[in-house]
Nanobody
Framework: VQLQASGGGLVQTGGSLRLSCAAS????????MGWFRQAPGKEREFVAS????????NYADSVKGRFTISRDNAKKTVYLQMNSLTPEDTAVYYC???????????WGQGTQVTVSS
């Protein structure tokens, strides 16, 4: 599967953005989809994931209550709605896919999110 992330940009503190990740291939619905981010000088960290069944969504503690992950299998797209953004959310955001029971091994190219204070 190939992934293409989009929707990043510059936003003020307290603002919102919605990231999208479009996937190619015919088996999108079989993948667990995730969002990760990497801030300058920091390691990449998990943000959110959405199981292939749609039954399980997981979030990093730092984004709980502010970010929402969703997916549209018909459109082969996963979204990350980000609200109440803070400068600490500034990072390159990556979408990723994995088959259940494995590590994430499909990655998009990343989209920059910058939150100004």
């Amino acid at each position: 599967v190939q992934l293409q992330a989009s929707g990043g940009g510059l936003v003020q503190t307290g603002g919102s953005l919605r990231l999208s990740c479009a996937a190619s291939g015919r088996t999108f619905s079989t993948y667990t989809m995730g969002w990760f981010r990497q801030a300058p000088g920091k390691e990449r960290e998990f943000v959110a994931s959405f199981s292939r069944s749609g039954a399980i969504r997981n979030y990093a503690d730092s984004v709980k209550g502010r970010f929402t992950i969703s997916r549209d299998n018909a459109k082969k797209t996963v979204y990350l709605q980000m609200n109440s953004l803070t400068p600490e959310d500034t990072a390159v955001y990556y979408c990723a896919a994995k088959v259940a029971g494995t590590d994430y091994n499909y990655w998009g190219q990343g989209t920059q999110v910058t939150v100004s204070s």
